[in-house]
């Protein structure tokens, strides 16, 4: 399949920047067209942007198994935990478990919560890889949260999602998933994972583009939150003036946070039909096949892996290249090769478009480039 008629920007490239930017497809800058005629013809068809909004997260749930009541449109990974977070008050339990492998979009948001008295754990990776008894280690009858990612960002370990959620269940505590390095590739569904809260964005795997995230907030615990970092379209009537008390909405959306940012709203609906239609688990194993393809190639050239290879891994492999991953990044890229530098490793990103192909041109390149380096 031909897949850059849809994707102008894999066009005579190999894509393997996903876990970073999606490629832009038709189907978005359609979208985007539809938007800005919606502002030139109609001028302020509010009515037609909130079905948008609300649209992109009906599609967001059913890639993750919730229903649409459980999800809230946000602008980041990073703002729907912010938001999520103003819901605890240190006056119980005070711990937060992390680990050093996730996205610093958890452990420094994480952080910030020390200023109001809790404390923060954070799991160290051995060899690039958490194991799962840290956490019966670590989680106990104080700790509040456990937030950790999917697939990390970092080196593409992939965790037991249900595994460590047994762990928190065991000892009461929540459990929030960071999946913007799984979503749209790897199979998510919140109630077989069984989490509390889930956070991702549209601009990777899901192909759209920046300023579109979500939370998704399990409905039996929603009612027990009262976040504190709330907004106008957190009220059950967002036009009502004057309050002088909260009159919280009663799903997820009580975490809104004001005007949405509409554009990235229309590009997000648009990227996860591509995946909705396609299919997920069509997607993962597509990857899953063309990910070997590309392991036994990287052998074959002498290379070493930065990701835990014998290891649970997910849709992003990393080529161990040193201190010079940036410069190996912008060579590649001059030499049609898009993949996305992070710390000593240069990442490869697997989609559905990927092709074997695209594998053979990506590890050719990488040869070339290290031998001139
Ligand atoms: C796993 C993961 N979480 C969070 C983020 C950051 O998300 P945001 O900037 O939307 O907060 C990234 C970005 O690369 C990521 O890979």
Redesign the pocket.
């Known amino acids: 399949m031909d897949w850059s008629k849809r994707f102008p920007a894999i066009r005579g490239k190999a894509y393997f920047a996903s876990?970073?930017q999606g490629p832009l497809s038709v189907d978005v800058i359609h979208a985007l067209k539809k938007y800005q005629q919606s502002l030139l013809k109609q001028g302020n068809p509010w009515e037609e942007w909130t079905a948008e909004v609300y649209k992109a997260c009906e599609l967001f749930s059913k890639i993750i198994g919730a229903k649409p009541e459980e999800i809230c449109p946000h602008?980041?990974?990073?703002?729907?935990?912010i938001s999520l977070l103003s819901s605890f008050r240190p006056n119980g339990r005070k711990k937060i478990v992390t680990t050093d492998l996730?996205?610093?979009?958890?452990g420094v948001t994480l952080n910030g919560l020390k200023e109001y008295g809790f404390e923060v754990e954070i799991i160290k990776n051995q060899e690039g890889v958490i194991d799962v008894n840290e956490y019966r280690k670590a989680v106990d009858s104080d700790t509040l949260l456990v937030a950790t990612?999917h697939?990390?960002?970092l080196n593409g370990f992939r965790q037991n999602v249900k595994e460590i959620s047994e762990i928190c269940r065991g000892e009461g505590a929540y459990f929030l998933i960071?999946?913007?390095?799984s979503i749209g590739v790897e199979p998510v569904d919140v109630r077989k994972m069984d989490v509390d809260f889930l956070?991702?964005?549209a601009?990777?795997f899901l192909l759209g583009l920046?300023g579109a995230?979500f939370l998704y907030v399990k409905q039996e615990v929603v009612d027990s939150l009262r976040p504190s970092a709330v907004s106008w379209f957190s009220q059950k009537d967002p036009f009502r003036f004057g309050p002088e008390k909260m009159d919280y909405r009663k799903d997820a959306k009580r975490f809104e946070m004001g005007t949405w940012s509409v554009p990235s709203m229309y590009a997000a609906a648009a990227g996860i039909n591509i995946i909705a239609e396609i299919g997920v688990n069509k997607i993962y194993q597509h990857v899953e096949k063309i990910k070997k393809h590309f392991i036994n190639l990287i052998y074959d050239q002498g290379f070493e892996f930065f990701s835990p290879i014998d290891e649970s891994v997910g849709p992003t492999l990393s080529v161990l290249i040193g201190s010079k991953s940036h410069e190996v990044e912008l060579l590649m890229r001059r030499r049609k090769v898009i993949t996305s530098a992070r710390g000593p490793g240069l990442r490869f990103a697997h989609h559905f478009f990927n092709s074997r192909q695209d594998v053979q041109k990506a590890v050719g390149q990488l040869s070339k480039v290290l031998k001139n380096l």
């Open positions: 876990c970073s602008y980041s990974a990073s703002s729907a935990l996730d996205y610093p979009t958890i990612f697939v990390s960002a960071d999946v913007y390095q956070v991702a964005g601009t990777k920046p995230g």
